[in-house]
């Protein structure tokens, strides 16, 4: 099990800011990246401009293999404008 946190507009299509989702213990970042579109598809429509971080170290979507230890954390968070 993993932690996954939400931000900005990763946090409004999920509808909400954090959970706990069982994943595959060795899973690519990609992989990892389907199963929380699996629980929520609505995230799909930020794929390709979304940031993901695994233990606080960003991860480009790819065939990278992550292996998850229990309670890791995973930050999606989407693009953030400033001015």
Not at 11 to 30: D, H, I
Not at 48 to 76: K, T
């Amino acid at each position: 099990q993993v932690s996954v946190l939400y931000f900005a507009r990763s946090a409004e299509l999920a509808g909400l800011r954090c959970e706990t989702l069982r994943v595959p213990r060795q899973v690519t970042s990609l992989q990892l990246w389907e199963e929380i579109v699996r629980v929520h598809p609505r995230l799909a429509v930020i794929r390709d401009q979304v940031v993901f971080a695994v233990r606080q170290e960003y991860v480009l979507l790819g065939d990278q293999l992550l292996v998850l230890q229990p309670g890791d954390e995973v930050a999606i968070i989407p693009p953030i404008s400033g001015g």
